[in-house]
């Protein structure tokens, strides 16, 4: 089955336009064609051919991160920033395992000779030793031996080396999925927070693939912005037509936008207009910044007077 739209003769994907040329003009139609295995158009009953959703705008949007589909050549949908990094999650798994298998092998055996365990009768007559327990892997005794009566065997730890592939493996994981080298990295020897600044310079790679996935989620989000402005108006709303659409995304976590407006306060009156600082850190458009800007200057002189 193979889904396609039209807006104003537009479509969405390929396919023949002839199949999308009927219908009211400048309204989005989403219209249905089904193939058998053959590649012949079949018709089934109860399935709508074409739909006229009636609104200038798309109601839907599909929304995949902006990565290359490795999986499926020429498709139109996405997959997930850890579609190329199984591999490094199985390697991230094993390296945890054999972390804390290291400590379990590795713990501290004693071996005592057998006449420090006491004995017991059994059903034929005979003396036995009295186990310690199935579940007991640190102490072991020593059969017909009365030599070195107690005797530790303490193995060397790896875990150095251990924790040293872990950090390896959780470093891949993070380069492969785009988040950076140290995103998942455990080795953070300083101990205190970071500051938005450090969280910047230490993750550009996090931060190059956030503004990526941003650019493509910022469409998606406009569009469907559009479809309810529209979808309300028709609705009886009194809402003003939506123009030019923005999204603004707050990334303070990783970059200090706090910091930048401080410097960007500081440019104003010698590099920068008022207006300016309002229309980047406001999202307003110039005609709104520069009005607003007006009034802001008039309102200070007005109180320094006073």
Not at 32 to 44: A, C, M, R, S, Y
Not at 77 to 89: C, E, H, L, P, T
């Amino acid at each position: 089955m193979q889904q396609r739209s039209q807006n104003d003769g537009a479509t969405m994907g390929s396919g023949p336009s002839d199949l999308l040329s009927h219908g009211n003009a400048g309204t989005y139609k989403i219209v249905t064609v089904l193939f058998d295995e053959d590649g012949n158009i079949v018709e089934p009953a109860g399935v709508c051919a074409e739909y006229d959703t009636g609104s200038p705008f798309a109601t839907f949007s599909i929304v995949k991160p902006a990565v290359d589909n490795t999986r499926v050549d020429m498709s139109p949908y996405g997959q997930s920033v850890f579609a190329d990094a199984i591999d490094a999650i199985k390697a991230v798994d094993e390296a945890f395992d054999s972390v804390f298998n290291e400590i379990s092998v590795s713990k501290m055996r004693i071996f005592l000779s057998d006449v420090l365990f006491d004995k017991e009768s059994s059903g034929t007559g005979k003396k036995v030793t009295i186990p310690f327990g199935k579940n007991d892997c640190t102490v072991f005794r020593k059969v017909m031996s009365t030599e070195d009566m107690i005797q530790e065997f303490a193995p060397a730890l790896r875990t150095s080396s251990q924790v040293e592939a872990f950090r390896i493996a959780l470093q891949m994981l993070g380069d492969l999925t785009g988040f950076g080298l140290s995103y998942f990295d455990i080795d953070d020897s300083r101990g205190y927070l970071k500051t938005a600044t450090e969280v910047a310079s230490d993750s550009s790679a996090l931060m190059r693939n956030v503004a990526r996935h941003e650019h493509a989620l910022e469409q998606s989000i406009a569009g469907i912005c559009r479809a309810l402005l529209c979808v309300s108006r028709c609705l009886g709303e009194s809402i003003p037509e939506e123009g030019s659409m923005r999204v603004d995304f707050d990334d303070s976590i990783v970059t200090d936008t706090a910091a930048e407006k401080r410097i960007a306060m500081s440019e104003v009156g010698v590099t920068m207009h008022p207006w300016e600082y309002r229309a980047r850190f406001f999202g307003e458009d110039e005609e709104t910044a520069r009005e607003r800007a007006k009034g802001l200057g008039k309102g200070a002189s007005e109180r320094s007077m006073g």
